[in-house]
């Protein structure tokens, strides 16, 4: 299994100002996901964080908006950049270890607590 | 593409049993299958890979079907520990899950 820290837990923040969520894993990982879930709603992944390379972005998320950093297997970061009333969510970091019946990737994911952002 | 999940919500007595429902259109690699309670991380169930097969997790089960891209989760004699929101996710490559909008479960005494 594996345990991920996330921080801040929550923050409020002024509509133009940038932010930068990390996230910490308790063991080397395969994969590691960024999502965000508004209240009640479904979880939308935003981009997949790569080892040392640039993160892989869903359709409608782009990095000038949301930089993402991977420097080695237990760590990452999210930026949300220039933020406005809009880009208020629970940010969550998520990680896959890899399963001895699955391909790389598909095992099971790990979630952290999560970063509620409040714009202003 | 995000996965149908049906039923939107679902309200049981204790005791009862549930069925949740998730198709995709598309030609799926794996399903899995989540729980996340009121202002809680997901936590995982279980997985099914192609292949039809079915497994079980205490009194949850859930099954794949490959050709109708369908899964399906099966909660019998519920508790009330069992509320929460169920999300399946679905795998069309295995490098990412994609979540369907999720199935509110509500358990009464």
């Known amino acids: 299994s594996a345990v991920i820290s996330q921080k801040p837990s929550r923050d409020i923040c002024q509509r133009g100002t940038s932010l930068t969520i990390q996230c910490q894993v308790d063991?080397?990982?395969?994969?590691m996901f960024w999502y965000r879930q508004q209240p009640g709603q479904s979880l939308t992944l935003i981009a997949t964080?790569?080892?040392?390379?640039?993160?892989?972005?869903e359709s409608g998320f782009v990095i000038d908006k949301f930089p993402i950093s991977r420097p080695n297997l237990t760590f990452s970061t999210l930026t949300v950049s220039n933020m406005s009333p809009e880009d208020s969510s629970i940010y969550l970091c998520?990680?896959?270890?890899?399963?001895?019946?699955?391909?790389?990737?598909?095992?099971?994911?790990?979630f952290g607590e999560g970063s509620r952002l409040t714009v202003l | 593409q995000q996965p149908v999940q049906s039923p939107q919500a679902v309200i049981l007595r204790e005791g009862e049993d549930a069925v949740i429902n998730c198709s995709s259109s598309?030609?799926?690699?794996?399903v899995h299958w989540y729980r996340q309670k009121h202002g809680e991380a997901p936590v995982f169930l279980m997985i099914l890979l192609k292949g039809g097969e079915q497994k079980g997790h205490e009194k949850i089960s859930a099954s794949f079907n490959e050709k109708k891209q369908q899964s399906s989760l099966y909660l019998t004699a519920s508790q009330l520990s069992y509320s929460g929101t169920y999300f399946c996710g679905t795998a069309l490559r295995d490098d990412k899950i994609i979540f369907g909008k999720g199935t509110r479960l509500h358990i009464l005494p």
């Open positions: 598309k030609a799926l690699y794996s």
């Open positions: 063991s080397q990982v395969t994969m």
């Open positions: 964080a790569n080892q040392g390379s640039e993160a892989t972005y």
């Open positions: 998520s990680a896959s270890l890899t399963s001895g019946r699955l391909a790389v990737g598909a095992g099971e994911l790990f």
